[in-house]
């Protein structure tokens, strides 16, 4: 069947209509006619894109198989629009029951080698075909395809991926088999500091045999070939049976075991599994904007607060700050740079929200959020809800999670919605929503 996209909703599906019936598929922008195949109960399998009212790149040699930035394959400017539409279209209700401004998305300084942190995976293009290390490819769960020279990320990035994969093959070593549950390399996690320009490398493989010690000598002479340097280097054993990177053993090989990043004149320290909003520039942005939309307050909770980042750049709002995280490792790493920063005002507390906001005996006056994709637990959600605290500032990096969270908090009037695009070239954003107690 033929049919035009009408809609590219973030929850990465696109609706076809034709012959006036809709279907949903994935792949393909809006505007685009194409042919597809009708699966069942109005599901669509596009087969090819008949037109297209835009000028596709071709600067990435995998562009149209990689399923790391999916924006990438048309005009940086027709990635806003779309962006921008989708926003007004998920979050109309909340301009119907609010009149909720939903602003234009802001364009951070970098939309080009900006990501601090990638996570390749070891495997074939093809069955029985040599080694690769890279990204998944588009709707496929065992083809790796890697890229000439990733846009998204630094070069130096780009060079230890490349090497790293090229000193495996050298060595005849095997890749982790999700079907056989048998080989030894599964990943390769790079985190970049920005400021420092230092990299920390992670190597995930399985506890099939030891590494051998010749990879860190190899690592570190690899700097000659860097601009920056590689400062830390772990080693992750990982026999788990999911695709995701479990740590089941975590072995510090050299460094200092952290990176250092800086944002507003403080510094942070970064662990191999700490949370940290991918473009380290483009985060400097955001807080920025949410600092401008903070009142000054007395109590400020930060929940969801990873390694206080947030409560430490907002520190100077409040009498008190305290910032609520569930990862130990993340507790630690805050709890160092507050001390490392002189910040008085900030307390750290491990635990999980849910919980927090059940016992605490400190409320708050206003309220951060944070959380991850999934959003904020019901019961979390609810006693931000009943707290009648003057100020609520939701930063998601799922709207659509966002919207319905949103929505569902009926004591808070929605001022306003604005989208970051710090994820340049993928379908994902950064969003803020101010609050404020009806």
Known sequence: MEGIIKELQFNKKVLIESEGKVYESKGGFPGETVLFKNKRRKKANIL????????????????DRCGGCRFREIPYEDELKIKN??????????????????????????????????????????????????LHEKSMFYNIVEGADC????????????????????CGETFYHKMTKDGFLRHLIVRHSVF????????????????????????????DKLEGKITTIYHTINDSLSDAVVPEKLILLYGAGFLR??????????????????NSTAAEELYSYVKDHLKKTGVLWDLYAGSAVIGQVLSDMASEVISVEINPENVKDGEDTIEKNGIKNVKMV??????????TETKADTIIIDPPRAGIHKDVLQAIDESRVNQVIYVSCNPVTLKNDLMEMKNYKVLSVKGFNNF???????????????
């Open 48 to 63: 090819e894109i008949v037109k297209s009212p835009y000028v596709k790149n071709t600067s990435c040699d995998v562009v």
């Open 196 to 223: 420092y320009d230092e990299y920390m490398v992670n190597l995930v493989t399985t506890s099939v045999h030891p590494l051998d010690e010749e990879f860190k000598e190899f690592l570190l002479l690899l700097n």
């Open 424 to 438: 340049a070239g993928t379908l994902n954003i950064e969003s803020v929503a101010i609050l404020e107690k009806r």
């Open 151 to 170: 846009l998204i990320v630094p070069k130096d990035m780009d060079t230890i991926r490349s090497e790293v994969k090229d000193f495996f093959l050298k």
């Open 261 to 278: 990043e800086r944002l507003f004149d403080l510094d942070f320290n970064v662990g191999p599994f700490s949370f940290f909003q991918t």
């Open 350 to 359: 491990l635990a999980d929200c849910k919980e927090f906001v059940k016992t």
């Open 85 to 134: 539409n989708e926003m007004k279209r998920l979050f109309s209700p909340l301009e119907k029951r609010d009149g909720t401004e939903i602003l234009e998305i802001h364009s951070p300084e970098k939309v080009l080698r900006y990501r601090n942190k990638m996570e390749y995976s070891f495997g074939n293009e093809e069955k029985d075909g040599p080694l690769k290390l890279g």
